[in-house]
C-alpha cells in the first residue's frame, strides 16, 4: 500500500520550514530529494569505505572498487541491460556530450541529418548543434503539436536515409509531454537511425527497460531519481560502446601506456578517465531501491493521480492557463502555466515566501518557450512524498498572488 | 507578507517615465537571458545633465518597479554622476532587501541606462 506519510518520514529534508511555514518542494523535475538511506549510504562511504577505486591491492580499496562495480551492476539490472553498457558520467548532460563527442563524432559527416524535438532540453540540443557545426551536417528539428505531444508520424516525416542519428527526450521537463518512444525507436531502426533517448524525466516516473525500448542509447542523471548529485549513466549498446573512441584520457582508462601512446581498456572503462564521484556513486544502490520499492506499491498511479488533482485544482482559478497536454495520460507530473499575465518570477517568490519551491523561468529549453510565445512559465513538478494539502497551498498562495500583483 | 514593498508594488503598478521618448540623445536596450525579461531606455541630454527619460520594461515586478524608481532617480543629473552609480547605490534606491536571486531583475534597467550614456 502506498502511504504518503511514511514516505515523507524518510526525507529529513521535508520537516524543514521556509520562511515560517513548512516546505513544500515541487521542483522535483530539477532535483529530487534524499532519503535518509541515500544519505546515509554516502556518509558510510565516507566513515568507513573511503579509498580509490582499481588501485590499491588493500582491503579499503578492494571495498569501494566493488561497490563502484556493484553499484554499476545494479544501473544495469535495473533497466535491463549488462554492466558493460554503462558509463557512469557527471549528470545526463555529460552522458550526451561523451556520446556525442565519440559517438557523433564518428558517424556523423558532412551532409548527413541529426534529428531531434522540439521538446528539447538544451542538453538534448545544443551538443548536437555543435557538433552539425562541426561536421557540416544539418539539423532537423520535430516540431511539436499544438497541444505540446508529437506523435510517430510526425517523427516519420523527418526519417530519410540521411538521418544518422534522433536525439528525443522520453518527457519533456517543462510539458510532461510523454512521447511514443517504442513506435518511434522501431520506425527509426526501419529506417537505420540510431536513437538516443534522453531519460532524465521519464526515468523518475516510469520503468524503462532498455530491452523492450530497444534504444541505442539513454542517458539519466540520479540526483532526479532520488540519488546524489554528481552521477549520470550514459547507458549504450555493447556494440555501440564497442565502436566509441574516448573522449577524455588519463589515469583508469588505460591498459597499457608506454611513453608515446596507450592502449586504452575497453568499455565501460575507457569512458571513465580519473577518479570518479566514488562517494556520490554509493548512493546509486539505495536510491534504486527506494524507487523499486515505492514503485512495487504504487507510487506512479500516487503521482498520476495527484498530477490529475493539480491540474484540476489550477484550471480552477480564474487566469490559470496550464501549457502541455490536456489528456493526462499523455504527460508526466510536471504542469506549466501562466497565472493572471504575472510574471513566473514574482510568483516563485511570493510562493518562496508561503515556503513553496517552484521553478519559474525558461527551464533551459528556450526554442521551446518561443515555440509557446512565452519568456518564461510557472512549472510544479510532484514525486512521491507531495500530498494534496500542498496543491491547495499552491492554489492559495496563487490567490494571494493576485491580490498583490494582478493589475 | 512583506516580499514586495509597498513602494515596489506602487512603482510596479504605476511605473513612472516608461513612454520612450521620440528623439532621444542616447538609447539603448538590455536583456536579462536568463529570463527573456527586456528593457528598452531612452534619454534625453543637454549638456551632459539628462532631462528627460523613458524606460520600457518588459518583466517581472521587481525589473518593472526599478526602471520607475531608476528613471525618476536619474532626471536632472549629469551624466557623469550617474556612470558613478554603483549596484549598491541603484538596491539603495528603496528601503529594504532585494533578495540574492532577484539582484539581477532589480540592475536590468540600470544596466541598459549605462549602455546607453557609454554609446
Ligand atoms: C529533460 C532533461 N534533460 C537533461 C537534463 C540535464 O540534466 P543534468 O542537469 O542532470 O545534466 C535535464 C535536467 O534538467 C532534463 O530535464
Excluded at chain 1, 580509490?52 to 545494479?74: C, K, Q, V
Excluded at chain 1, 552521477?231 to 608515446?260: H, R, S
Aim: aromatic letters at 8%; one cysteine or more.
Amino acid at each position: 500500500m502506498f502511504d504518503v506519510s511514511k514516505i515523507r518520514a524518510q526525507f529529513p529534508i521535508l520537516s524543514r520550514e521556509i520562511n515560517r511555514h513548512p516546505l513544500v518542494y515541487l521542483d522535483n523535475a530539477s532535483t529530487t530529494q534524499k532519503p535518509q538511506s541515500v544519505i546515509d549510504a554516502m556518509n558510510d562511504f565516507y566513515t568507513t569505505h573511503n579509498a580509490n577505486i582499481h588501485r590499491g591491492i588493500y582491503t579499503l580499496s578492494e571495498e569501494a572498487t566493488e561497490m563502484y562495480e556493484g553499484s554499476r551492476h545494479a544501473v544495469a539490472e535495473w533497466i535491463g541491460a549488462r554492466s558493460e553498457e554503462i558509463v557512469f558520467t557527471k549528470n545526463a548532460t555529460e552522458a550526451i556530450n561523451l556520446f556525442v563527442q565519440s559517438w557523433g563524432d564518428t558517424h556523423v559527416g558532412p551532409g548527413d541529418e541529426v534529428l531531434v524535438t522540439e521538446l528539447e532540453h538544451h542538453a538534448n540540443l545544443v551538443p548536437w548543434q555543435e557538433l552539425c557545426r562541426r561536421k557540416s551536417a544539418h539539423l532537423k528539428v520535430v516540431p511539436i503539436r499544438e497541444d505540446g505531444t508529437i506523435s510517430c508520424k510526425d517523427v516519420e516525416v523527418f526519417l530519410t536515409p540521411r538521418v544518422k542519428v534522433l536525439a528525443i527526450t522520453g518527457m519533456s521537463n517543462v510539458l510532461g509531454t510523454i512521447t511514443p518512444l517504442k513506435e518511434i525507436i522501431a520506425s527509426a531502426h526501419r529506417n537505420g537511425t540510431v536513437v538516443i533517448v534522453d531519460g532524465a524525466q521519464l526515468l523518475a516516473h516510469t520503468a524503462v527497460s532498455v530491452v523492450s525500448l530497444d534504444c541505442d542509447a539513454l542517458v539519466f542523471s540520479f540526483h532526479k531519481l532520488f540519488g546524489p548529485t554528481g552521477v549520470g549513466v550514459l547507458y549504450a549498446k555493447k556494440e555501440i560502446l564497442a565502436a566509441m573512441p574516448p573522449v577524455v584520457y588519463g589515469g583508469d582508462m588505460i591498459e597499457v601506456v608506454e611513453q608515446y601512446r596507450a592502449h586504452y581498456r575497453e568499455a565501460p572503462w575507457r569512458f571513465e578517465a580519473g577518479t570518479p564521484n566514488i562517494s556520490g556513486v554509493a548512493g546509486v544502490i539505495p536510491a534504486i531501491e527506494f524507487i523499486k520499492k515505492i514503485s512495487r506499491d504504487g507510487s506512479h498511479e500516487y503521482c498520476s493521480s495527484l498530477s490529475a488533482y493539480a491540474r484540476a485544482a489550477l484550471e480552477s482559478i480564474d487566469g490559470v492557463k496550464i501549457f502541455g497536454p490536456l489528456d493526462a495520460s499523455l504527460s508526466g507530473p510536471i504542469i506549466s502555466f501562466s497565472f493572471a499575465g504575472i510574471h513566473p518570477h514574482d510568483i516563485a517568490t511570493i510562493f518562496d515566501a508561503e515556503g513553496i519551491a517552484v521553478r519559474s523561468g525558461a527551464h533551459c529549453a528556450h526554442p521551446l518557450m518561443r515555440k509557446l510565445g512565452v519568456l518564461a512559465t510557472t512549472r510544479i513538478s510532484l514525486q512521491c512524498y507531495n500530498t494534496r494539502e500542498e496543491i491547495d497551498r499552491v492554489c492559495s498562495a496563487l490567490e494571494k498572488a493576485r491580490v498583490l500583483l494582478a493589475k | 507578507m512583506d516580499v514586495f514593498s509597498e513602494e515596489i508594488l506602487y512603482h510596479y503598478k504605476h511605473p513612472q517615465c516608461s513612454a520612450p521618448l521620440i528623439s532621444p540623445t542616447y538609447e539603448a536596450t538590455g536583456e536579462n537571458v536568463s529570463c527573456g525579461d527586456m528593457v528598452s531606455v531612452t534619454l534625453s541630454c543637454d549638456h551632459d545633465t539628462v532631462h528627460d527619460v523613458g524606460i520600457v520594461v518588459s518583466g517581472c515586478a521587481i525589473s518593472t518597479a526599478f526602471g520607475s524608481l531608476v528613471a525618476l532617480a536619474v532626471k536632472g543629473r549629469t551624466r557623469e554622476e550617474v556612470l558613478s552609480w554603483d549596484d549598491a547605490h541603484i538596491l539603495s534606491l528603496v528601503d529594504g532587501e532585494v533578495s540574492p536571486a532577484r539582484k539581477n531583475c532589480a540592475f536590468l534597467a540600470f544596466r541598459a541606462l549605462r549602455k546607453a550614456l557609454l554609446k
